[in-house]
């Protein structure tokens, strides 16, 4: 499962994605609340599929977003999170689910 400091980092640059529909919120307004976690592996890299049910601060309504995350291992030992939309990795996953019509097992 993802851990608190992979969840804080999501929060930071989930607004400022192309996708993402809540571009008013303020900086640092966003919190996330971690719903699933699916881990997909695709060749060398894994990417975590996460449905993230994010909290508005100080609103009433509540947005879900599904969220493409790929964690990959830094030169330190570290793991670096980042949108998974923009990897090929990803999109070739998607591709292959989409035109097999297949199913991805979640909770």
Do not use: N
């Not at 980092?9 to 994605?17: D, G, H, N, Y």
């Not at 291992?73 to 097999?100: E, H, K, N, R, V």
Request: aromatic share 8%; charged share 25%.
């Amino acid at each position: 499962m993802a851990d608190a400091d992979t969840i804080a980092s999501i929060a930071r640059w989930l607004p400022a994605t192309r996708w993402f529909a809540d571009k008013d919120l303020a900086d640092g307004a966003c919190r996330l609340e971690l719903f699933e976690e699916v881990l997909l592996t695709e060749g060398t890299d894994a990417t975590d599929l996460r449905l993230l049910l994010v909290k508005l601060a100080g609103q009433s309504h509540r947005g879900c977003y599904v969220v493409p995350v790929q964690l990959r291992s830094d030169t330190d030992g570290s793991l670096s999170d980042s949108d998974a939309a923009t990897s090929p990795q990803f999109a070739s996953w998607l591709l292959q689910l989409i035109s097999w019509e297949a199913e991805q097992p979640g909770r």
